[in-house]
């Protein structure tokens, strides 16, 4: 059974940095694509961030202060977010794709298939 382990969430204040980190664990396979999702608190689930193939992509909140890394032999998946506000306060979603067959959209909650616990993420001003 496939599991998303997420660790790195915190409090910090406005302007600071933290460091997500999601590790596979369970069946041994490489992820077609992963990726962060958040929800804040009376907000939707929206897309953060995807490491896909050679590519990443970012969300218009995220571009410019948060980075998406990925090592593929730890399979294991970064985010680190720099420049905090308190809009970025969240439980931040790890997320899995297996393989690269059918469409794919990167922003699309459901074009996922194994998602994390969720990592609390607060940013006071």
């Known amino acids: 059974q496939v599991q998303l382990v997420e660790s790195g969430g915190g409090l910090m204040q406005a302007g600071g940095s933290l460091r997500l980190s999601c590790s596979v664990s369970?069946?041994?396979?490489?992820?077609?694509?992963m990726g962060w999702f958040r929800q804040g608190p009376g907000k939707e689930r929206e897309f953060v961030a995807v490491?896909?193939?050679?590519?990443?992509y970012y969300s218009d909140s995220a571009k410019g202060r948060f980075t998406i890394s990925r090592d593929n032999v730890k399979n294991t998946v970064y985010l680190q977010m720099d420049s905090l506000k308190s809009e970025d306060t969240a439980v931040y979603y790890c997320v899995a794709r297996t393989s690269g067959d059918g469409t794919y959209s990167f922003n699309v909650p459901s074009t996922y298939d194994y998602w994390g616990q969720g990592t609390q993420v607060t940013v006071s001003s």
């Open positions: 490491a896909w193939k050679d590519n990443t």
């Open positions: 369970g069946r041994t396979f490489s992820p077609y694509a």
